[in-house]
């Protein structure tokens, strides 16, 4: 295995999803930069084209080499002296005149634990503000919810990868790992595979058994199989007795949702009912796994917690090779959630209303637990109220282009707009970046030494291949810096962030203790809980009890709501949101990449098509009640005609956040990307000289950037 000292090669991990396949990266004669495969539990040796070509951005021409600030309303190229100041001026002043959480902090699911836990001691030390939250509420935040509520514990998969390879059955709902997780696929080869999805994926191309609901309608179809599986008997009776609670209240709810009511609200016919609840009952080893297409919805914690019911009915679990888990989406999606970034949270998956927890890290901080903030705003109430009363007036971004990703984004980039002062730390000048007052360039994931734990639970190393170019800091040095100007001075090495964090996360859910680098290295990898240096980690949960107080695990009753909107006369199609093989994200980094081919599109049955007259590849304009998008359209077959879906990693008049809706889940506070109610309109033929829109200099009242900075 390379070390840190070998410079010229290193065995890492990808810097993009949550299956972190394992890479080894080498420096050719002119320092280009290679890329290869290495086996690994989650990738046998396999990467995407994501993945492949992720070094490309290492040297590309966009990549951000010194810090810039905003004079005259253009951002110019500064010292880090300045930069710096800059900030701490700023923030000394907004916290004088309006209180310490007028300044906030936004991270990101991409950053390695260590930067995440910096990230979260920077907001609750060195600002002492409770206005902190991330991008991952956008993610898993519904499935975490779920979890939770059912086992006391959220860990995205409860066992292995390889647990999922060995399985008879695997369902998976609302989950396009074909596209998202490629070399993830590999897993599901002879297994019998059912996939929940509105349309004909990737994945859903691989399955025995494909499900196409309603957008929206996947609680129903969950109480409706488990109805079917308590009507043939085949509910896992000595199971629920033994390790559960709250099922018989869980029965009278879905004793309402009789098959033949299902399919007349899901679309889903009767048969396949039938069909899914044997597959999974018949089975020795049988799973359930969730993911964005399920969770991204107004009612997306009560939707798994439907899913989780059927899966302790059928006694999956905590027994070895069977079980529920959530298919956690960024590089460190699982890890990102543990140590502090959000907004409710403290490190070690503690609660930041919990005097125990407060009085723990407080300790380990070395400050008083009565200085530690309370909990804060969820994503988006954050970055919708910034600049309003309300709100946080200054704002620091490591890890995320809410631009791009965040829904309503128009009124998020006219919030960000308001600000008195934006920081973004990022790789490139991402639409964010552009917002900004100050910018500064960090390190990339070939250029530093860190942790990342990736969607099975493992905490595995990311190592430096060599350091970042010209003056470009990692975001552990930049948070250090910034500390250290703030009077509460930190590290900026990783291993000892991590050995802090280590003693911050001891004791709580997501222990951390006993993980050395020495141990991931010496193991390739090491799963949490892991609370001491002797403990050999925890690769299965639950096997003998869940972390409830009692043990057991909780069925949770959840019954039907209607979304934040349906469709109706004005605007009368479904639209969903999703990913792209090619695209990553907000697409800051992968629209970059010369090789990574890519555009916006909306997805439309030809059915559809010929109702409104749109050829394939003609643009077409697509309205929701928050604005209108422009694509060109892609006809398939398998899609419902009754539904469109558009990629959402574009910026500019093909931003698919431009038309989504800021409906919250109540308990998650996660955003509806998956549904919308549109309209679709052939794009009218423009008068001559009008502008396409889009590509002009930036001004204000502009319907995508939203109103320009002020100088
Ligand atoms: N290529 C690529 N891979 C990625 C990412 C990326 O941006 N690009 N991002 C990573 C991240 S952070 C994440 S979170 C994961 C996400 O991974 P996935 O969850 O697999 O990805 P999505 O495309 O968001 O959604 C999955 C599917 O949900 C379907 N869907 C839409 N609405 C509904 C509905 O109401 N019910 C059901 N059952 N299905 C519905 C969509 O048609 C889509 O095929 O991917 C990770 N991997
Ligand atoms: N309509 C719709 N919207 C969605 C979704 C959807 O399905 N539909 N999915 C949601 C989901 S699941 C997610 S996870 C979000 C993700 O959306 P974003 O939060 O925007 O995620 P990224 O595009 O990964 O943003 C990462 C930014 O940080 C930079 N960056 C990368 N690595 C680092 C680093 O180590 N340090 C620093 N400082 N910067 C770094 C990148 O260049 C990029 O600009 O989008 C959400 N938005
Ligand atoms: S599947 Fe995910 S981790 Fe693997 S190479 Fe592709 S983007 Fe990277
Ligand atoms: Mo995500």
Known sequence: MSSIVDMTSADTHCPYCALQCAMTLRTGAAGAVTVAGRDFPTNRGGLCQKGWTAADLLTHPDRLTTPLVRAAGRLRPAGWDEALDRIVTAVGDLQQRYGRDAVGVFGGGGLTNEKAYALGRFARVALRTRTIDYNGRFCMSS??????????????????????????????????????????????????????????????????????????????????????????????????????????????????????????????????????????????????????????????????????????????????????????????????????????????????????????????????????????????????????????????????????????????????????????????????????????????????????????????????????????????????????????????????????????????????????????????????????????????????????????ARFVPVDHRAPGELPDDEYPLYLTTGRQLTQYQSGAQTRRIAALPGGPYVELHTELADRLGIADGEPVEISTRRGTAVAPARLSTTIRPDTVFMPFHYAGPGRANTLTGDALDPTSRMPEFKLAAARLTRVRPRAAGAPAGGSGPRTAGDPVVGAGRPA
Not at 324 to 335: A, D, H
Not at 401 to 410: F, M, T
Not at 494 to 508: H, T
Request: charged share 20%.
């Open 143 to 552: 499935a975490a919810a779920a979890g939770l509520r059912a086992f006391g514990l959220d860990r995205g998969l409860p066992f292995p990868v390889a647990d999922i390879a060995a399985a008879d059955t695997v369902l998976l709902v609302g989950a396009n790992p074909a596209e998202t997780m490629p070399p993830f696929v590999r897993h599901l080869a002879d297994r019998r595979l059912i996939v929940v999805d509105p349309r004909v994926s990737a994945t859903a191309r691989l399955a025995a058994l494909h499900l196409q609901p309603t957008p929206g309608t996947d609680l129903v179809l969950a109480n409706g199989l488990l109805h079917v599986a308590i009507g043939e008997g085949l509910v896992d009776a000595d199971y629920v007795a033994a390790r559960t609670t709250g099922y018989d209240e869980v029965r009278r709810v879905v004793a309402q949702w009789w098959p033949a009511r299902v399919e007349r609200l899901t679309g889903v016919p009767v048969a396949d009912l039938y069909a899914t609840v044997r597959q999974l009952a018949d089975a020795d080893r049988a799973v359930v796994l969730t993911a964005r297409g399920a969770e991204q919805h107004s009612t997306g914690t009560d939707t798994v917690s439907a899913f989780v019911n059927l899966a302790l009915a059928l006694g999956l679990p905590g027994r070895p090779g069977s079980g529920y888990g959530c298919l956690t989406g960024q590089g460190n999606g699982q890890g990102g959630r543990e140590h502090g970034q959000k907004a409710d949270q403290l490190p070690g998956y503690r609660r930041i209303d919990d005097p125990a927890a407060r009085a723990h890290v407080a300790a380990v901080w070395g400050v008083h637990p009565d200085d530690l903030p309370g909990p804060g705003p969820s994503a988006y109430e954050l970055l919708s109220s910034l600049g309003t009363p309300s709100g946080a007036r200054g704002l620091l971004v490591f890890g995320s282009n809410p631009v791009v990703s965040a829904p309503r984004a128009a009124t998020v980039t006219d919030r960000l707009c308001a600000l008195d002062l934006l920081v973004v730390a990022d790789l490139v000048r991402s639409e964010t970046a552009e917002l900004a007052d100050v910018v500064l360039p960090t390190a990339q994931w070939a250029e530093e030494d860190g942790t990342m734990t990736n969607l099975e639970g493992r905490v595995i190393r990311r190592r430096r291949l060599r350091p970042p170019p010209g003056s470009v800091r990692t975001d552990l040095a930049v948070l250090a810096e910034l500390s250290g100007r703030l009077g509460a001075p930190t590290s900026a090495d990783p291993r000892v962030v991590f050995d802090e964090l280590r003693r911050a996360s001891a004791g709580g859910p997501a222990d951390y203790a006993g993980i050395s680098y020495e141990r991931i290295d010496a193991e390739g990898g090491v799963f949490w809980p892991c609370p001491t240096p002797e403990h050999p980690g925890t690769p299965r949960m639950f096997l003998d009890r869940f972390a409830t107080p009692d043990g057991r």
